[in-house]
């Protein structure tokens, strides 16, 4: 509340100040279409760009570097999210400055956007006339201010009297660190050739035979077609690296990664919530895959031993005020997602990453990764077993009596089994214990989730879950009575009236949306609400 009313009192004070305000111009605001030439000049790294951009109401497009780069994209509304066109010039062996177009179509998690080089106005006010070389312009001024950074920007424009339009001519923006007292950023941009009508053919791009993204092309592809699939997977193998250890092997893999696009197709062809692609896993066999889970249910009748502190009534209650979205990962207590390779050791990772969030909160915002090799090594007389496999609850006991190391000290996870060291250690972090929070409760689970979380929950990952890609994940094969798999809960949100969990998985960061999927709220979708649980120091 301080800080916005002092960035009232600024804008009060700046919109006073001097004789030439006038109240009596319209508001700042920028065409639907237009397009202009535009320099960029960085003040505090040197470097200067130089663009061209065009503008309507559904399309953007910037040129850089003299028409070098050329970015298309376009917003499109329904299920589509949005196409976006990357044009750049190769030279081979073969042939010299030849452009290349790749294709991207957005998706419910990465929409695609227009490209906007001209700040929104929202919160600019007049200050009053400045003269440049181009003659008198109206200066507008904005603040914004936070305990960590302070951003100011100064936009000069002139008012087309014969169409009430602003035009611009130069912004200017200052980005301080307000804990260093010092200026990251100084960019300083100069508009010309500004003009209000738009060519609809400089979108056109028949002419740079544009190819499809790797995503894409999984749903397009003939999958009966052998040269078709031959061709996918020799790019897959590119990708990610793979080199098989003989015919055998590489027949194998190509099998699986052929079943897996039928699977992914038959799936994109039908209307769903969420999108199926290539990944990094399109190889992998039902057994690799069941090592990238490894979470043996906890033992009958096995609860925390801190009770869950808020009553059905006070649930209730409570609900009726929550934020529609809410995600952890804003609050700096969710650390880097981890990829668990072909150990079974989710149950280690989830509930580290619970422990990393509870310890943050409580000991004033500072995040420290946590050592979950270390239960892989030292935990197997609390019925788990290392990479073969463990319970929440196993990890949540041995923690509470020994306590977590830093990564530093312990060292970090190494993808196997190991020697135990947590004798050595000069410090550890030990729970005081766990809450398990009402089972099948959406309410419940948000309130946990805000007033405790991270939360480490337990869910059946499917054979879908394998190549999900993007949007809300939910499927009905989903048994919420067969849990296998340990993930965090960071937060929730909703996208055109679905609501979903936001969920950090332990694939590595490149799996889904950046190591994370969000999962529908709906119906204890694959048991999510069914064992979740926090930590309590």
């Known amino acids: 509340m301080f800080l916005f009313i002092l960035k009232i009192l600024f804008l009060l004070a700046v919109s006073t100040a001097g004789n030439t305000v006038q109240d ?20 505090t790294s040197g470097l200067v760009e130089d663009l061209s951009y065009w503008r309507t109401s559904k399309k953007s497009r910037v040129d850089y570097n003299k028409g070098a780069i050329k970015q298309i994209s376009v917003k499109r509304r329904g299920k589509n999210f949005g196409l976006q066109y990357e044009i750049h010039p190769e030279t081979t062996e073969e042939y010299i400055n030849k452009f290349i177009c790749q294709k991207t179509k957005g998706s419910i998690s990465n929409p695609i956007t227009l490209t906007d080089i001209l700040p929104s106005t929202s919160d600019f006010i007049h200050t009053g006339k400045e003269i440049l070389e181009m003659g008198e312009v109206d200066k ?10 302070k951003t100011k920007k100064y936009i000069w424009a002139f008012l087309d009297q014969s169409s009430s339009s602003w035009i611009p001519v130069k912004l200017e923006e200052f980005v301080y660190n307000s804990w260093l007292g010092r200026l990251k950023t100084h960019n300083e941009w100069n508009y010309f050739n500004y003009k209000p009508e738009v060519n609809s053919s400089v979108f056109d791009i028949d002419q740079y035979n544009c190819t499809e993204s790797d995503d894409s092309e999984s749903t397009n592809i003939d999958v009966n077609n052998k040269s078709h699939v031959d061709r996918v997977f020799t790019k897959f193998q590119e990708k990610h690296n793979r080199n098989y250890k003989d015919e055998n092997e590489h027949e194998l893999r190509r099998q699986i990664f052929e079943n897996n696009l039928r ?83 989710c149950w280690t990772i989830g509930t580290t990453s ?180 926090y930590v309590v120091f």
């Open 24 to 43: 009596d111009l319209p508001e700042l605001k920028w065409s639907k279409q237009y397009s202009l030439e535009a320099k960029k000049i960085s003040l």
């Open 140 to 149: 507008f001024v904005y603040l914004e201010e936070d305990l960590n950074q």
């Open 263 to 345: 699977l992914i197709q038959e799936h994109n062809s039908k209307d769903s919530t969420f999108t199926l692609g290539i990944n990094k896993l399109a190889d992998q066999t039902p057994e690799e895959m069941e090592r990238r889970k490894g979470l043996l249910r906890r033992k009958e009748g096995e609860t925390g031993n801190v009770p869950f502190p808020y009553t059905k009534s006070n649930l209730s209650e409570i609900s009726q005020n929550l934020p529609k979205e809410f995600d952890l990962r804003l609050l700096g207590v969710i650390s880097p997602v981890k990829d668990q390779e072909d150990c079974g050791c």
């Open 354 to 533: 619970a422990v990393e969030g509870a310890l943050a909160r409580n000991n004033g915002g500072r995040l420290l990764r946590l050592a979950n090799q270390a239960l892989i090594d030292c935990a197997w007389g609390f019925n788990v077993a290392g990479c073969n496999g463990g319970s929440d609850t196993g990890a949540y006991h041995w923690m509470m009596k020994y306590g977590l190391p830093t990564e530093e000290e312990y060292g970090p996870y190494n993808n196997k089994d190991g020697f135990c060291r947590i004798h050595n250690m000069t410090k550890t972090f030990p729970i005081k214990g766990f809450t398990d929070v009402t089972p099948f409760s959406i309410e419940a689970l948000k309130v946990a989730l805000i007033n405790h979380g991270p939360l480490s929950v337990s869910i059946h990952a499917t054979d879908l879950l394998t190549s999900y890609i993007s949007g809300i994940f939910y499927d009905p094969t989903c048994d919420p009575s067969s849990l296998n798999h340990e993930v965090t809960l960071v937060g929730y949100g909703e996208y055109e009236g679905d609501t979903f969990w936001i969920v950090k998985n332990s694939w590595g960061k490149n799996w889904g949306i950046d190591g994370y999927f969000h999962i529908s709220t709906r119906d204890n979708s694959c048991g999510i609400t069914t064992e979740p649980t």
